[in-house]
């Protein structure tokens, strides 16, 4: 039985038992705890999330928030469209596009650039599609669309490669206790000489010496992609935990956030959502902020192909409660803290994002028009506008991730 059909079975009989014993679920009705194999899965039922939208500060949810002009070096420009990275001293940047990755120190100072593309040692193909700043051992992991994960110094040496038995498409990096973990979903795609597998693959390496620990082909077997394109996406915003979340749109499959269970080779089921999409361009997007709180939002492609994200919703996970919400940054008068993409803004336990200070400035300029822009968020945000210089590098927002929340949100 394929997990989407079995969670769904599990659900109906936990609401037929409900029903025999007089009994309630927990929370608000809108989710439930159920047994899957032995593991606890949530399944938030989106047709019991309670109508109206709740507005959550940001600061309720992070702490440290820093607003960071990026230097003007001439290599230090990047699209903002770019996936951040902070660490306790760093600030990474990978970009989208073929561009070098990029190293600030956390006051926006550019340190260097890491790895380049083309195809000698320590060079890129395509694209870095995911990164690891390892300070305790001042190393950089770097890995894209080939078959190595590129190790470098935080002084941007390249050091070694780790060698991945098969090519990789999208993957994504896990290291806890020295152990290396990278999944991929790749496309079946024909390189010169070279086939992309079909298979979702999980790999374990020792880091020291590079040596293959694991290998496990269709560690689940309804997670096999014929041919779509699709890719893995995390969060890893919680401190050991490698969440992993297949990523495409579809109508009614993938939606069901899991867990890696690096020391026991397992992926297990987390999180799902029971909800009967009837539009096929639906698909549900997942990412876990903390312990404590789930996030869900859902997309719509366009026949374009680009997406339009509708309702964001909350899952308290320790009282079993969900609602819409919407996220205002009130370090920063109270605007908008999402814009698009909200997933990507919270990332290996930070909320971060860069944006070009021209857009920010006309960001601004609309929300000082606003009639609920009270005096309080205009001094903030006149203040921050008079810092602001147009053809300067980008600014960086970031905050520190609360490893839980213990008040109610809603």
């Known amino acids: 039985m394929k997990l989407k059909s079995k969670i769904l079975f599990f659900v109906a009989l936990a609401f037929g038992a409900f029903g025999c014993t007089g009994s309630v679920p927990q929370g608000d009705g809108s989710v439930v705890e159920i047994m899957v194999g032995g593991n606890k899965v949530s399944v938030l039922l989106l047709n019991k999330v309670r109508s109206g939208t709740v507005t959550i500060p940001l600061s309720s949810l992070v702490e440290d928030f820093e607003m960071v002009q990026l230097e003007n070096h001439k290599d230090a420009f990047f699209h903002p469209t770019a996936a951040i990275t902070v660490t306790d001293n760093y600030i990474g940047v990978r970009p989208i ?3 070098n990755y990029k190293l600030f120190n956390r006051s926006g100072k550019f340190l260097r650039t890491v790895s380049r593309r083309g195809g000698g040692p320590g060079e890129y193909q395509y694209s870095i599609n995911d990164d690891i700043i390892d300070e305790k ?10 078959g190595k994960i590129l190790v470098y110094s935080v002084l941007g040496n390249f050091l ?9 498409f999208r993957p994504r990096m896990f290291l806890s206790d020295g152990i290396l973990s990278v999944v991929d979903a790749p496309k079946v795609y024909q390189v010169p000489n070279h086939t992309y597998n079909d298979e979702y693959m999980l790999f374990q390496f020792d880091v020291n010496t590079g040596r293959l620990l694991e290998k496990l082909p269709s560690p689940f077997e309804h997670l096999i992609v014929r041919g779509n394109g699709d890719y893995i996406q995390n969060s890893q915003n919680v401190q050991g ?5 297949p990523n495409y749109f579809t109508k009614d499959q993938f939606d069901t956030l899991y867990h890696i269970d690096v020391k026991r080779n397992k992926i297990l089921p987390f999180f799902t959502v029971e909800y009967n999409f009837t539009n096929a361009r639906d698909k549900p997007i997942f990412f876990q902020l903390n312990k404590s709180l789930m996030m869900t939002t859902l997309k719509e492609t366009t026949r ?7 309702d964001l919703i909350a899952i308290d996970m320790n009282n079993l ?9 009130d370090y920063l008068g109270n605007m908008d803290a999402l814009g698009i993409s909200y997933d990507v803004k919270f990332h290996k336990g930070y909320y ?7 857009d ?16 309080k968020d205009r001094e903030i945000l006149k203040k921050t506008l008079s810092k602001l210089k147009e053809g300067t590098n980008n600014v960086v927002f970031f905050g520190k991730l609360k490893e839980e929340i213990n008040t109610k949100l809603w």
Do not use: H, W
């Open 241 to 245: 935990v490698f969440d992993l979340f």
């Open 160 to 168: 070694k490669e780790i060698v991945v038995p098969q090519l990789l």
């Open 137 to 146: 051992n001042g190393l950089i992991y770097l890995c894209g669309s080939t």
């Open 97 to 99: 596009y073929a561009d």
């Open 352 to 358: 971060a994002y860069s944006i070009q200070p021209e």
């Open 360 to 375: 920010l400035m006309e960001d601004i300029e609309k929300r000082l028009t606003e009639r609920s822009c009270t005096e």
């Open 304 to 310: 374009a192909g680009y997406y339009i994200e509708k």
């Open 321 to 329: 409660t969900s609602s819409r919400v919407k996220i205002l940054n």
